[in-house]
């Protein structure tokens, strides 16, 4: 009995055309917005790239007494600002002419270019692979990331190693955001919470890595037999089950604290100081 539904003849597709799968004329059977959020994915990550982009070959208004742009935090060249107690390792000496934040951004970029939630989010928005769930994607193939360049998403893991780095690093920065800007110690300002609130975020996002909860309660066997890496596992397994919030919530912390350093630089404002 005909269905409408047999297998498609056409010889030689592949993916959703392919021969064992069903005749559907029409590409999708959705009829709500589903283009919205993948779009609306994609309009939010370009303009990070555009705004980071524009900001890390600036190689200036990156320093306030006592704030330091997170996008140039820690700084690895001599021709860095010089930014009295804060995180100055002149590793690279005077032969780097290029702005210093394109030696550390590597490390946050690879983590978060890696990342299984943005893989899903720049996979959707930009190369509509596939665009949405139930919508078949246009591409003829489908190879997954088993194929070079995509099988590098595999180093993710690793970058997890670097990003607690930053992390650490940047926590140091919050610490001597408690300073005003003659460094003298036991003062808040706005720019200080605009640093508290980044931290917490940065590390809720890194912690809720799903690298991070197989390096806490991965490979066990009997979770009974290890109490604190279950108690561990639990943490992590909460916060990793709002990771697509805390991704785009660390973004936005992380370009808004940079934001803030900048206007300060360029005197735009006086931060506020509470005492």
Same mark, same amino acid.
């Not at 997890?160 to 926590?171: D, E, G, H, I, S």
């Given at each position: 009995m005909a269905t409408g539904i047999e297998p498609s003849p056409q010889a030689g597709a592949t993916g959703v055309h392919a021969a064992s799968r069903a005749a559907i004329p029409a590409r999708h059977l959705r009829t709500d917005r589903w283009w919205l959020a993948p779009a609306c994915t994609a309009a939010g990550l370009l303009a990070f790239v555009v705004y980071s982009t524009w900001r890390a070959f600036a190689n200036a208004d990156y320093y306030h007494a006592p704030y330091v742009s997170p996008f140039y935090s820690p700084c690895l060249a001599e021709n860095c600002h010089t930014m009295r107690g804060g995180p100055n390792w002149e590793i690279f000496g005077s032969w780097w002419g290029l702005s210093p934040a394109l030696l550390i951004l590597i490390f946050p970029l690879g983590f978060r270019l890696t990342c299984y939630y943005y893989r899903k989010a720049y996979y959707r928005g930009f190369w509509a692979s596939p665009p949405a769930c139930a919508v078949a994607e246009p591409h003829k193939k489908y190879t997954g990331e088993t194929r070079f360049p995509l099988i590098l998403?595999?180093? *993710? $893991?690793?970058?997890?190693?670097? @990003?607690?780095?930053? @992390?650490?690093? !940047?926590?140091?920065?919050?610490?001597?955001a408690f300073r005003d800007e003659h460094y003298a110690w036991g003062h808040m300002g706005l720019g200080t919470l605009v640093f508290l609130a980044n931290i917490v975020l940065i590390w809720a996002y890194t912690l809720s890595c799903h690298s991070c909860r197989h390096i806490v309660g991965g490979r066990l066997r009997h979770f009974s037999k290890h109490p604190v890496r279950y108690r561990l596992w639990g943490w992590v397994g909460k916060l990793n089950e $709002? *990771?697509?919030?805390?991704?785009?919530?660390? !973004?936005f912390s992380v370009g808004f604290a940079d934001l803030y350093v900048y206007l300060l630089a360029t005197g735009a404002f006086a931060d506020p100081r509470f005492f």
């Open positions: 998403q595999n180093i *993710h $893991r690793y970058f997890f190693y670097f @990003a607690v780095l930053v @992390a650490l690093v !940047l926590t140091y920065d919050t610490a001597l $709002r *990771h697509m919030l805390l991704a785009w919530c660390s !973004l």
